[in-house]
């Protein structure tokens, strides 16, 4: 194979050379868009982006959020409002997070009946039934007073997260969410074995249907600072980097992947996506399972700054980091910029 290879490279070596100019020419194909477009390797379909949405208890219409210019929180009105924005320009699918008005050191108010993503499940159901796919973030990061996203503990004089008290109060909320109709539960908290132990109480509980999208490969990275002051979730002490992963590792990814899909996960996650696209590329060779990829608030605010300072065009980079994502190998990607992104596709702005 290898000396067929080496020899047809000579012959057309030696064509060109007789005929004097390069036979070969890679511009040809690249002269206008619709033959650039024909004969593209990625697509991003509108049906494989999610669009993150922040819910705010006692929260009357709409509130800025200052570090992701362009996105909002919602109160549960104005996010019914907000899935039917979506809806109309295509986009199909939501992760919801809840922001509580009342924190404690145990997030009890994340696996409240009447908590504020239960009631948004609920509300977001009943107004849109199937036409939309309901996705919701299983985390304690947003409920706990100290910021963690586990139940903190006092060993031996120093604070830690403790893994098995966290993965009971995981599957309440895991629990509470399918409750309230939930189609996928998300849980971003890097506990180790909480797929599994997520997966016995859905399913104990009659909740077979309820499918796990795990944040599998969850980097400690500094890219989520605008999306802690967006959801009020940063750690009053400490960092996260006791259970988030080393940004210098990618063996570990596989690991993680691996028991995540031994313990019944459904479709897998890695985060952040742009600066792990070589994550996101091995993951997809070594695993047959769908693959999503989140694209993170500072991936979008990076872009967003950018293009306010005029200093790149803002759907081309949004359109190049899409494709990129999709490149690596991700089928779902979640991105802040699905509305607009779809927005444009819809009004002819980019293709
Ligand atoms: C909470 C959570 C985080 C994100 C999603 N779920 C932040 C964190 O780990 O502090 C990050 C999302 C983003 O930056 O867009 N567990
Ligand atoms: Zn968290």
């Known amino acids: 194979m290898l000396k067929k290879i080496t020899l047809l490279k000579l012959i057309l070596m030696m064509q060109s050379f007789k005929a004097g100019f390069p036979q070969i020419r890679m511009r040809r194909l690249r002269k206008i868009k619709t033959l650039r477009n024909l004969i593209a390797e990625e697509h991003v379909d509108l049906s494989s982006l999610v669009m993150p949405l922040f819910v705010r208890e006692g929260l009357i219409g ?24 979506l809806l109309e320009v295509g986009v199909k699918s939501i992760l919801l997070f809840g922001i509580p008005s009342r924190k404690d050191d145990y997030g009890s108010s994340a696996y409240s009946r009447d908590g504020v993503v239960q009631k948004a499940i609920r509300e977001v159901k009943k107004n849109f039934g199937d036409d939309v796919l309901v996705i919701s973030d299983i985390c304690l990061c947003q409920y706990t007073s100290h910021g963690h996203c586990g139940i903190v503990v006092e060993k031996n004089g120093r604070k830690i997260v403790d893994n098995d008290t966290t993965l009971e109060v995981l599957s309440k909320i895991a629990l509470s969410h399918a409750e309230a109709g939930v189609d996928i539960v998300a849980p971003s908290d890097m ?107 500072g991936e979008y605010t990076m872009i967003k700054l950018m293009a306010e300072k005029g200093l790149v065009d803002e759907k081309q980079a949004v359109w190049e ?16 910029y699905a509305k607009e992104y779809a927005r444009w596709v819809k009004d002819g702005l980019i293709s």
């Open 321 to 336: 980091q899409l494709h990129s994502i999709k490149r690596a190998g991700a089928d779902i990607i979640i991105t802040y």
């Open 191 to 297: 506990m180790d074995g909480r797929v599994g132990v997520i997966r016995r109480s859905l399913d104990e509980e009659g909740y077979t249907d309820v499918a796990i999208m795990s944040y599998s490969v969850k980097y400690a990275s500094s890219l989520y600072g605008p999306f802690r002051d967006a959801a009020h979730s940063s750690p009053r002490f400490g960092d996260r980097r006791s259970y988030q992963m080393d940004p210098r590792n990618i063996r570990e990814a596989l690991r993680e992947v691996e028991l995540d899909i031994v313990e019944g996960v459904d479709i897998v996650m890695v985060k952040p996506a742009s600066w792990y696209l070589d994550v996101i590329s091995l993951v997809k060779k070594n695993f047959k399972i769908p693959l999503a990829a989140y694209s993170v608030s």
């Open 62 to 85: 709409r509130e800025k959020i200052d570090s992701m210019p362009g996105q909002e929180r919602l109160s549960i009105d104005e996010l019914v409002k907000e899935v039917s924005n």
